[in-house]
């Protein structure tokens, strides 16, 4: 059975955040250090760090880093818990999409409300923020588990962008399933899309595999229709950065027009996702905000020395698609897989 390796995008030192510089690889392996919360909240912003649980653990651990700034600077107990609220929205406000940065910054929020000193609030936060890091880790495993048992002992499996370790605190979600399926022993074929225009697939998802020593080819975006067409694909697993209530699932750009052509050619759409990416409060994909990266991201390649369009040229840049649920075969999360998602399956799955 294959060995999986260890791979974590970051490390807390107890007063830091080691990140490492997502923006460096596949040639570099280089980390940088956050000694306080405006440095994570820029990492996040830059995408040193990138992918919707990953984000919510540092977002976490920035909001430690600001209590003990803040403890440092004052005794006063409401001033303290004024000025927390002011850094947990400055870290809210870093990237608008990934529910789970939301989810993780109010899991903090409320310990900040129910502290009675700001020394028992400091250590809390800490506690939690540890907390949700390993937590993650865990529930990658089980959402591992669950997606292998779908998978038949031969598949070829496409993959968009990356969600894998560097995606979470570690395992990955769609690529934790593929680590799943081989440390069971299943022989798995992986098709990377590169991922314009950030190339999370070709710089990240590959550098992951080639890690693991997981057989893969790496595709441009474009060649994802010919090869299903041509049967070379046997299924589609991606991650997800917000779950509305009725399934439609928000995930890296270009994962919309993979469901379609998926649904076209019979091929199963898989969604791995851990339940604290599922954002109840909302019915639809509609509501669901998209954020708009920098036009430098499509006008230049990754290390910004090439021009690849013309002075003048006017971009579009949405960092993220919405994908109906009807065309998602399954949602695979770390309680169980819920087939054909729909509404009312999502709150009968969240009801038991
Ligand atoms: C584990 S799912 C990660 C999710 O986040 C990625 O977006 P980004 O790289 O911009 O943070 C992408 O949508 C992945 O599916």
Redesign the pocket.
């Known amino acids: 059975m294959a060995r999986i390796k260890d791979i974590r995008p970051l490390k807390w030192t107890g007063d830091s955040l080691l990140l490492l510089d997502q923006r460096k690889l596949p040639l570099k392996e280089e980390w940088i250090e956050c000694k306080d919360y405006e440095c994570v909240a820029r990492a996040i912003e830059e995408m040193v760090v ?4 990953a ?1 919510g653990v540092v977002a976490a651990y920035g909001v430690v880093l600001g209590a003990k700034e803040v403890a440092g600077e004052t005794k006063n107990f409401l001033d303290f818990k004024a000025k927390l609220e002011l850094i947990i929205n400055r870290l809210a406000a870093t990237r608008p999409t ?1 529910v789970n940065l939301f989810w993780a910054l109010k899991k903090m929020k409320r310990i900040v409300e129910a502290g009675r000193t700001i020394e028992d609030i400091v250590a809390a936060l800490e506690t939690e923020a540890v907390n949700i890091e390993q937590q993650d880790v865990e529930t990658n495993k089980k959402i591992g588990q669950y997606g292998a048992e779908l998978l038949s002992s031969r598949e070829v499996i496409l993959t968009h ?3 894998g370790a560097l ?2 605190a570690g395992y ?2 769609a690529l934790g399933v593929i680590r799943a399926a081989v440390e069971a022993g299943k022989e798995i074929t992986v098709y990377v899309d590169e991922t314009r225009p ?1 190339l ?1 697939g070709a710089r990240l998802t590959a550098w992951e595999l080639q890690q693991e020593g997981i057989p893969y080819y790496l595709i441009t975006d474009n060649m994802a229709g010919w090869l299903m067409a041509s049967g070379e694909i046997t299924c589609v697993i ?4 917000r779950i509305a209530l009725n399934g439609d699932t928000a ?2 750009i270009g994962t919309y027009a993979l469901s379609v052509l998926a649904k076209e050619h019979g091929i199963p759409f898989y969604v791995a ?1 851990p339940t604290s990416t599922f954002d109840l409060s909302i019915r639809s994909g509609k509501e669901i905000p998209i954020e708009e990266r920098a036009p430098e991201e499509v006008l230049f390649c990754h290390c910004r020395d090439c021009r690849i369009a013309p002075y003048g040229a006017k971009v579009k840049n949405p ?2 698609d919405v994908t109906p649920h009807e065309n998602i075969t399954a949602i695979i999360t770390e309680k169980g897989v819920i087939n054909s998602p729909n509404e009312e399956k999502i709150l009968e799955f969240f009801r038991e």
């Open positions: 990138r992918g919707a649980p984000i990934a962008c990356n969600t995606a979470t990955g979600t950030y999370q991606v991650g997800a950065d995930n890296k996702a960092a993220f």
